[in-house]
DNA sequence: ATTTCTTATGACACCGATGTCATGACACCG
DNA sequence: CGGTGTCATGACATCGGTGTCATAAGAAAT
């Protein structure tokens, strides 16, 4: 590989001469500029990183750590959309800044972060962004020695700056747009318990449900996410039997993420009840691949990763650029939109304002 | 950051001395070794990569191009399954390898490949994995300067080496599996027509069905993958229904992907056609998101992409190992499994030897 | 005791850039 | 015509490691 000396040799200049050519911080003469892009182009000369960055003490490397990429086969994680969609949202942004982003990944074993972390220290990264699978707080000690860092989709308590969705907003707003559509008796099959998605969400589904003076009936709510199990389908069968056996069943499902709403759709169809027109669904995520191809087209609410992850990485670099910075003093919440789709319409209620389920035919 | 000086001075040896501590290429006196080990703890010393791989003119990296990040969001590309499980297959070898991956993506605009591999160069990457969204000819001219490149799920007619999938075997198995089944009306909703993927399986369909002596009935062909466009669930609809009204309807369908099967199952159950009772589906991918959400469960093809990825990574660790390795003539097929689910069955004929399509109801 | 051979260690140069400072060549000024 | 300033360029040191070679300190052999 040609060096800056091949360079300057062959353009007979000195190889400073060069690196003013390169970086264009002196002035340089028409001629002599001509003549030292002529030897790099036919050296094809392209400088090293190693050697500048050693000169610079600035490597212009942005590391990121994540399980995206081993996890991805487990892509229905418990949230229920791959955090790939973060690294995307970050990408674009230290793509744009002319920063280098270095991807490692934790093969779903927290415990070879710490040597992700020394991975980036060796590569002398400049900041570190930290993305987990679904919203929770921080599971992994993160000592990165003094290297700026931000938490993506996760948090502490101990001040790190973050990015996490805003799934109470969401929920609310996408509840909302259910009460608007008239329903009464809406009931939600929830994540697993004891995730910070499900405690907030459900937050924002009661407070949609209380503004709109609908009492919240706790036999509509049930958890039923059990991915990768095998008894999903019958647990969200058995509950949906519940559901429909009620003295007033539900017109609008809530699934607490799309991945819910495809198999309701299927023991729906199975137990002939037909969507949207008997009963509506809803979902969480906008995982598109789900939400543009179920059919009805699902109505839902987005889980804005791709933007978490651009606010993030805004974040990092901001804080990067000026190190007196002050870091934000809590957790940043970003918000995704109602996305109306098909599977949401008015309620069909029969004389006794209850949900008209005739016709209905187990096939 | 500390250096190697600092530890050297707190340690009381030469810096030349904690070189050798860290690399253990020469003998150290125990005294000695423990001294300096305890001088790089206190100052939390992380040798620099930049100088290291200046002086052995090793970078220790391995490049991927992808435009699997970037195009998360179309995450139903043609093919169908995201090339993220390539990338996942890649890491996983490479970090075994003690090499680090570094990982660039498109953005989705081929013209931006030149400037990736120039940040490649920079950072004196000891090989180039480029991943292609689906299987096709290489479409981007991939100059490398003479360092080491493997395509995965593209070729091009230079040799260069490339790890493909075994489209033809795929369908050729996934259908013998239907056949075996008992089915000799099959239907096959193909890709887009003019891919790599669709005329390959498409041979391996035909293949299965002349063994079988089942005759290829054209009018059980029809292409109807338009992802992303509004009139593809109609025109899956209107196939469907030109299907459903032949003398002799299909009991099975083959879809090109997951995806059209999950379209394919919403639309049967719309016009009261069960599956799998009344007739079979199965898709091909094996997109676990669907095919294990689906109900009932999908049989399908698995798309071998995080195997691909991994013979991938290993065939560039190879011939970067053995300067004088040869390169592979031909493309390296890799073959994935059929994963059978409850989607099929054994067809439901009546006395005409027809499918059985009474209780038939539009829900 | 002297020579020989290990073993342990250090001095020094070098990898490929760039920052600092010095200098040569001109143009412009009075 | 000499003095001053600007422009273009080069010499040299340096960043943080490691390869090469030299050498001091013991151990083993004579």
């Known amino acids: 590989m040609a060096t800056i000396y091949d360079v300057a040799k062959r353009a007979g200049v000195s190889p400073k001469t060069v690196s ?31 050697a500048r960055s050693m000169k610079s003490h600035r490597s212009g490397l942005i590391g990121l750590i994540t399980g995206a990429i081993s996890n991805a086969d487990e892509v229905a994680a418990p949230a229920g959309l791959p955090e790939l969609f973060i690294v995307q949202g970050v990408q674009h942004v230290i793509e744009s800044s002319r920063k280098t982003l270095l991807i490692s990944d934790t093969g779903g074993r927290l415990d070879r972060v710490p040597a992700l972390v020394r991975t980036f220290q060796e590569h002398r990264v400049e900041g570190i ?8 707080p921080l599971d992994v000690s ?17 001040g790190t700056p973050a990015v996490i969705p805003d799934d109470e907003g969401g929920q609310y707003a996408l509840t909302k747009s259910v009460v608007a559509a008239g329903h009464k008796r809406i009931a939600y099959l929830t994540l697993a318990p004891g995730m910070e998605a499900t405690r907030l969400r459900m937050k924002g589904f009661c407070k949609a449900l209380a503004e709109a003076g609908i009492s919240h009936d706790p036999a509509l ?10 008894g999903e389908h019958q647990l969200i069968w058995d509950t ?7 003295d007033e069943p539900p017109t609008a499902i809530c699934c607490g993420n799309d991945r819910l709403a495809m198999a309701v759709y299927g023991i729906l169809r199975k137990r002939g009840i037909a969507v949207p027109e008997q009963v509506s669904v809803v979902g969480y995520d906008d995982h598109r691949l789900i939400s543009e191809t179920l059919y009805p087209a699902l109505t839902t609410a987005e889980l804005p990763y791709s933007a978490m992850g651009a606010r993030a990485a805004r974040l990092l670099l901001d804080l990067l650029a000026d190190p007196l910075a ?38």
Chains 1, 2 share one sequence.
């Open 20 to 50: 003013r050519v390169l970086n264009g911080d002196a002035p340089v003469s028409q001629k002599t500029r001509e003549a030292v892009s002529a030897a790099m182009t036919a050296l094809g000369y392209v400088p090293s990183h190693a």
């Open 129 to 136: 962004l930290y993305v987990s699978d679904f919203h929770k």
């Open 142 to 158: 993160l000592d990165c020695q003094g290297i700026r860092k931000v938490l993506v989709n996760c948090f502490d308590d101990a």
């Open 221 to 230: 709510v049930m958890a039923t996410d059990l991915y990768g199990s095998p």
């Open 240 to 246: 949906l039997d519940k559901f429909f056996t009620l």
């Open 326 to 363: 002050r870091e934000p003093d809590a957790p940043i919440l970003v918000s995704g939109q109602v996305r109306q789709r098909s599977s949401l319409v008015a309620p069909n209620l029969d004389q006794n304002n209850v949900i008209s389920l005739k016709g209905r035919t187990e096939i």
